[in-house]
């Protein structure tokens, strides 16, 4: 389980977006999670996009009282210009833990939906249709707005914390599955998954509320 902790990957691309919370799971053995030292990671080919997502989750840790790091400052900028080999990711498991982390919360982009809804036509509300003239417009643009179709993508993005000191039956800590709808503006989408992500944490009781 472990060797996927750091293979990660948050798509954020750019309008408004939409972030529901679909499912989550706490791990009930776990009775007190209060890590010393928290790695918060989000890899992406895009730099700002993993910088300002990173910093934004660590704030949120930092105002809790949780001794958090983006991992901008932990690895370089290459770190996902690659895949890792299970020993290099095994090393790498091993080196955070000399550096004192002792957990990691990720995320990772599960699945893409390619979606369509249609808008159905309308007509233009203030209108009586009472009288002739009325019902002669009514067939006609300046009353009626045709329908559209809208194409939109849904990502399917999943959010974990591990305890990478502990075996495997308590190394999973939390896990939440989101969907973020048509996805616009890195900024917003950002701060809207990340709320979402720490209200549940709250409502869950796996950190404090504030």
Excluded at 6 to 30: A, F, Q, Y
Aim: charged share 25%; with cysteine; net charge negative.
């Amino acid at each position: 389980m472990k060797k996927i902790i750091l293979v990660v990957m948050i798509i954020l691309i750019s309008g408004c977006s939409s972030v529901r919370v679909v499912d989550s799971w706490k791990n009930e053995t776990v009775l007190f999670f209060k890590p010393q030292k928290l790695l918060v990671l989000g890899v992406t080919q895009n730099l700002t996009a993993r910088k300002i997502f990173e910093e934004s989750l660590k704030e949120e840790f930092v105002s809790r009282n949780i001794n958090a790091y983006e991992s901008t400052m932990i690895f370089d900028e290459s770190f996902t210009d690659s895949k890792k080999t299970e020993e290099e990711v095994n090393t790498m498991i091993k080196d955070l833990s000399e550096k004192g982390f002792d957990a990691v919360i990720i995320t990772a982009v599960k699945g893409v939906d390619e979606r369509r809804s249609y808008d159905r036509g309308y007509y233009t509300v203030g209108y009586s249709w009472t009288r002739f003239g009325g019902y002669y417009y009514r067939f006609q643009d300046v009353y009626y707005n045709p329908g559209y179709y809208d194409d939109y993508k849904v990502y399917h993005v999943e959010t974990s914390i591990y305890n990478i000191n502990e075996d495997d039956n308590k190394s999973l800590v939390w896990v939440g599955a989101l969907d973020i709808v048509d996805p616009q503006g890195i900024t917003t989408t950002v701060n809207e998954y990340v709320n979402a992500i720490i209200a549940t944490l709250e409502r869950e009781r796996v950190i404090t509320r504030l």
